[in-house]
């Protein structure tokens, strides 16, 4: 029997009892499928069911496959090894024996010699040369990432589950990740924004509030067909509303032509020369008409009504996110950031960042590029006034705004609303309303505890609690795209190429940074 993931009737919701699914079926084959939808929709939690993690409040779950599953962030243990990871630590202490000559008659006969060259070339596949002792809190986290998918592969699954497998992954990172989806030749189900990775799956299932629908082919063969199809819903409904409006319109001059004509009926009855009888007869025929003429005109009414909510059911209704930042004016010659020698770690004699020197200077936008661990997120610390320089000077010469990977900007204790009012004390509660309500954060979801949000969704507060009332001349951002759903980073990369301010950006996303314009790139 082939390898199938199916889910039947699916219903599920949040710990805090928000709907997800309702009567949800879908089934995975053998194939490349791309999960994407709007941050929220459910795809981890999809992810979760199918693995079993969670349960839903009704419906069913079938697996028949081995099934594999990579989470966003690969949490380690203090003593973890890489070896611990691939279920193969046991199998090398007995290896291990062999070459010190302790090893007894019934290991040597069961022991796996091809081992140390199977995990090598698992680890390989994804760019790793790591040796299988290797601490796993050693490696950066996207490293972790990295090994955590190989030893997934190692153990030849059926089904790969990945949960935004190139998140914090540098540019050789994301390259493998990449190279090992367009090769895998069985079944995975991939939750992605990453339009590059998405381009190697063979299809793509897009969750919305109304369920799942299929689509053939990758990414760009998705969105083409997308828009075709929402350009037809469009058409159909706005054919539908034109006849909404017909009828409403025949109705009314239908009404207007009887109430005329009972008009001219009463002014002959009151001349006289009619007689009595007749008069009755026409008043009753004439209340007839009107009466069927009301009759027809509201089954058009009805059928033109049915018929523009069924064109409106295939289109998710959802406000789109668009960032629109009013103007900084920061002049062109103005320097905003100048760093000297700066030299900065956060253990003595072990150096982070070394020796770095460059300026910023009126509006550019610059890149800050390099492998996992070497530096990024530390400059920005060192910017940002997180840290202090060992050596060399670092100054910030305007008022900025940053968002680091975790937005540890917001309290997750607290709302939406009383984080935007904390970070913005001249803002009223009306101008407070209005900023979150761009973000899409509208009446009750404002009032949403940071801590119950996903990540795309906390980024999007985030983004809303320093842009929202007035951008500030710099913006310093650290993988900015790497939990909102494709929709929200294209509304992003639109308000950052019409804002006209200077801004400082850690991404290793490549189609991101060229559609900011990023003029300049600082390698790490």
């Given at each position: 029997?082939?390898?199938?993931?199916?889910?039947?009737?699916?219903?599920?919701?949040?710990?805090?009892?928000?709907?997800?699914?309702?009567?949800?079926?879908l089934?995975?084959?053998?194939?490349?499928?791309?999960?994407?939808?709007?941050?929220?929709?459910?795809?981890?939690?999809?992810?979760?069911?199918?693995?079993?993690?969670?349960?839903?409040?009704?419906?069913?779950?079938?697996?028949?496959?081995r099934?594999?599953s990579?989470?966003q962030?690969?949490?380690a243990?203090?003593?973890?090894?890489?070896?611990?990871?691939?279920?193969?630590?046991?199998?090398l202490?007995?290896?291990?024996r062999?070459?010190?000559?302790?090893?007894?008659?019934?290991?040597?006969?069961?022991?796996?010699?091809?081992?140390?060259?199977?995990?090598?070339?698992?680890?390989?596949?994804?760019?790793?040369?790591?040796?299988?002792?290797?601490?796993?809190t050693?490696?950066?986290?996207?490293?972790?990432?990295?090994?955590?998918?190989a030893?997934?592969?190692?153990?030849?699954?059926?089904?790969?589950?990945?949960?935004?497998p190139?998140?914090n992954?540098?540019r050789?990172?994301?390259?493998?990740?990449?190279?090992?989806?367009?090769?895998?030749?069985?079944?995975?189900?991939?939750?992605s924004?990453?339009?590059?990775?998405?381009?190697?799956?063979?299809?793509?299932?897009?969750?919305?509030?109304?369920g799942?629908?299929?689509?053939?082919?990758?990414?760009?063969a998705?969105?083409?067909?997308?828009?075709?199809?929402?350009?037809?819903?469009?058409?159909?409904?706005?054919?539908?509303?034109?006849?909404?409006?017909?009828?409403?319109?025949?109705?009314?001059?239908?009404?207007?032509?009887?109430?005329r004509?009972?008009?001219?009926?009463?002014?002959?009855?009151?001349?006289?020369?009619?007689?009595r009888?007749?008069?009755?007869?026409?008043?009753?025929?004439?209340?007839?008409?009107?009466?069927?003429?009301?009759?027809?005109?509201?089954?058009?009414?009805?059928?033109a009504?049915?018929?523009?909510?069924?064109a409106?059911?295939?289109?998710?209704?959802?406000?789109?996110?668009?960032v629109?930042?009013?103007?900084?004016?920061l002049?062109?010659g103005?320097?905003?950031?100048?760093?000297?020698?700066a030299?900065?770690g956060?253990?003595?004699?072990?150096?982070v960042?070394?020796?770095?020197?460059?300026?910023v200077t009126?509006?550019?936008?610059?890149?800050?590029?390099?492998?996992?661990?070497?530096?990024?997120?530390?400059?920005?610390s060192l910017?940002?006034?997180?840290?202090?320089?060992?050596?060399?000077?670092v100054?910030?010469?305007?008022?900025?705004?940053?968002?680091?990977?975790?937005?540890?900007?917001?309290?997750?204790?607290?709302?939406?609303?009383?984080?935007?009012?904390?970070?913005?004390?001249?803002?009223?509660?009306?101008?407070c309303?209005?900023?979150?309500?761009?973000?899409?954060?509208?009446?009750?979801?404002?009032?949403?505890e940071?801590?119950t949000?996903?990540?795309?969704?906390?980024?999007?507060?985030?983004?809303?609690?320093?842009?929202?009332?007035?951008?500030p001349?710099?913006?310093?951002?650290?993988?900015?795209?790497n939990?909102?759903?494709?929709?929200?980073?294209?509304a992003?990369?639109?308000?950052?190429?019409?804002?006209?301010g200077?801004?400082?950006?850690?991404s290793?996303?490549?189609t991101?940074?060229?559609?900011?314009?990023?003029?300049?790139?600082?390698?790490?």
């Amino acid at each position: 029997m082939a390898a199938a993931i199916t889910v039947f009737d699916l219903t599920y919701a949040t710990p805090d009892g928000r709907s997800l699914f309702t009567g949800l079926d879908l089934t995975f084959g053998s194939v490349r499928t791309g999960l994407v939808g709007r941050n929220g929709v459910g795809k981890s939690a999809l992810l979760k069911l199918i693995s079993g993690e969670v349960r839903p409040r009704s419906g069913r779950v079938s697996v028949n496959a081995r099934v594999a599953s990579l989470r966003q962030t690969v949490r380690a243990d203090p003593d973890e090894t890489v070896a611990d990871l691939f279920g193969a630590t046991a199998a090398l202490s007995v290896l291990r024996r062999a070459e010190r000559g302790e090893a007894t008659d019934d290991e040597l006969n069961g022991a796996d010699w091809t081992l140390e060259s199977r995990l090598a070339a698992a680890l390989g596949r994804l760019g790793l040369e790591v040796p299988p002792e290797t601490v796993l809190t050693a490696l950066s986290g996207g490293q972790q990432t990295r090994v955590g998918l190989a030893a997934l592969v190692f153990a030849e699954p059926d089904f790969l589950l990945l949960d935004e497998p190139t998140n914090n992954l540098d540019r050789d990172g994301r390259a493998a990740v990449i190279g090992l989806l367009a090769g895998w030749r069985s079944g995975a189900v991939v939750a992605s924004h990453d339009r590059e990775l998405l381009d190697a799956v063979d299809e793509i299932v897009e969750l919305t509030t109304l369920g799942a629908t299929r689509y053939g082919g990758n990414w760009s063969a998705y969105r083409e067909l997308k828009a075709q199809e929402l350009a037809a819903v469009q058409r159909t409904l706005a054919d539908a509303e034109k006849q909404v409006a017909d009828a409403a319109r025949g109705a009314q001059e239908a009404v207007e032509r009887q109430s005329r004509r009972s008009g001219v009926g009463r002014r002959k009855g009151l001349q006289g020369g009619t007689p009595r009888i007749l008069l009755g007869g026409m008043k009753d025929r004439a209340e007839d008409t009107s009466g069927g003429n009301a009759r027809l005109a509201e089954k058009l009414r009805e059928r033109a009504s049915e018929a523009a909510t069924a064109a409106r059911e295939q289109i998710e209704v959802l406000q789109p996110l668009t960032v629109k930042l009013p103007p900084t004016n920061l002049p062109a010659g103005k320097a905003v950031v100048r760093v000297e020698g700066a030299t900065v770690g956060y253990e003595p004699g072990r150096p982070v960042v070394r020796g770095l020197s460059f300026e910023v200077t009126g509006p550019e936008r610059v890149a800050i590029t390099g492998r996992n661990g070497s530096g990024k997120t530390t400059l920005l610390s060192l910017l940002t006034g997180r840290l202090s320089p060992w050596a060399g000077t670092v100054q910030v010469m305007t008022a900025f705004a940053a968002l680091d990977q975790r937005v540890s900007v917001l309290d997750p204790a607290t709302s939406i609303r009383d984080n935007f009012r904390r970070l913005n004390p001249q803002a009223n509660e009306q101008a407070c309303r209005a900023a979150l309500a761009k973000f899409l954060f509208r009446a009750d979801a404002a009032l949403q505890e940071v801590g119950t949000l996903s990540g795309g969704q906390r980024l999007r507060a985030g983004l809303a609690c320093v842009l929202g009332v007035a951008p500030p001349p710099l913006l310093v951002l650290d993988e900015p795209t790497n939990h909102l759903d494709v929709d929200s980073i294209e509304a992003v990369e639109a308000g950052l190429r019409a804002y006209d301010g200077a801004l400082l950006v850690v991404s290793h996303d490549e189609t991101f940074l060229e559609a900011v314009g990023v003029t300049r790139r600082i390698e790490l």
